[in-house]
C-alpha cells in the first residue's frame, strides 16, 4: 500500500480535483440543461489560469512521482503514473487537435484499469493491506466505469458528477487509508516489515472491521459534500440571475432623477 507520504499526495491531488470538478460539472449543468449540455474531460477555465493550477501542478507533479518510482524499484507504478500524465498533456492541446471528448474518456477509462492492474499487492500481504488496497480499487473502478458511460453518452450527468466523486473519494480514501495504517494502527496490530501484522485473529477481524466502516465514512462524508456543493452552486446561479434580471430592468426603465 506504499507508504504514509504516498497516500498524503494522493489525497493532496486528487481530493481537490474532484471536488473542483464536481462545482464545474453541476455549474456547467445548471447554465447548459440538456439536451446542450456535454460533459468535459476537465473543465478549463479560459479567464483565470489560477482555477487551472491543479492541472498544472499535476503535469509537473506526475514525472517526479514516476521518476520516484522507478529509483525506489517501483516499474509498474511509474508506469502508471507516466500513463496518467501523457493523458492530462492531452487536456491543454485539445482545443488545438481535433480530439473528440469520447476519446478522451475512453484513454481515462483505460488510464484507471491500467493503474489497478499495475499497483498488484503481493500475495503474501498482510490482510489489512490487503482489505485496504480492495476498497482503494472500488473508487478506481467507479471511476473507469463513470468514463465508460461517458464514451457512450457525453450528456450523462449522473456519469459525470460519479467521475468526480470517485476522484475525491479515491483521495480521501488515500488519506484515511494511510493514516490507519501507518499512523493509527488497529489495537494489537503494528507495521513490521512490509505490512501492518496482528498478533491475534481477533485483533486482524477487528482491524478488517474498522477498515470497511472508515470506507463506508468516507462514502458518507463524499455524499453529503456532493449535496452541500448542489445546494451551493444552485444558490449561487439563482443570485447572479435575480441580479441580471434586475440589471435588465434597469436597462429598461432606468430610475428618474431630480436635480435639485
Known sequence: MGSLARHSWAFVFLFPIGIRRLWSSLSHHARTPPPSFRSRPWYLSPDHNLLNADLYALLLALPVAAIADLLLAAPLRAAAAAIFWLLLLLVPLAPRLPLPDELAFLLAALAFLTDLALSPLSPSA???????????????????????????????????????????????????????????????????????ECEL?????????????????????????????????????NRSAEAEAIMARLMMNPPDLELD
Do not use: H, M
Not at 473508487?139 to 470517485?166: F, K, M, N, Y
Not at 478488517?208 to 445546494?231: K, R, S
Open 126 to 196: 498482510p490482510a489489512l493491506d490487503a482489505r485496504a488496497r480492495d476498497l482503494s480499487s472500488l473508487p478506481t473502478l467507479a471511476c473507469a466505469a463513470a468514463c465508460l458511460a461517458l464514451v457512450a453518452r457525453p450528456a450523462a450527468i449522473a456519469a459525470d458528477i460519479a467521475l468526480s466523486l470517485g476522484l475525491a473519494f479515491k483521495g480521501s480514501w488515500a488519506l484515511q487509508a494511510g493514516l490507519a495504517l501507518f499512523v493509527l494502527p488497529p489495537r494489537g496490530c503494528r507495521r513490521a516489515g512490509g505490512g501492518l
Open 201 to 237: 485473529e481477533e485483533d486482524r477481524l477487528r482491524g478488517v472491521a474498522l477498515l470497511d466502516l472508515l470506507f463506508a465514512g468516507n462514502a458518507v462524508g463524499i455524499a453529503a459534500a456532493c449535496v452541500a456543493i448542489y445546494w451551493a452552486v444552485t444558490r449561487s446561479i
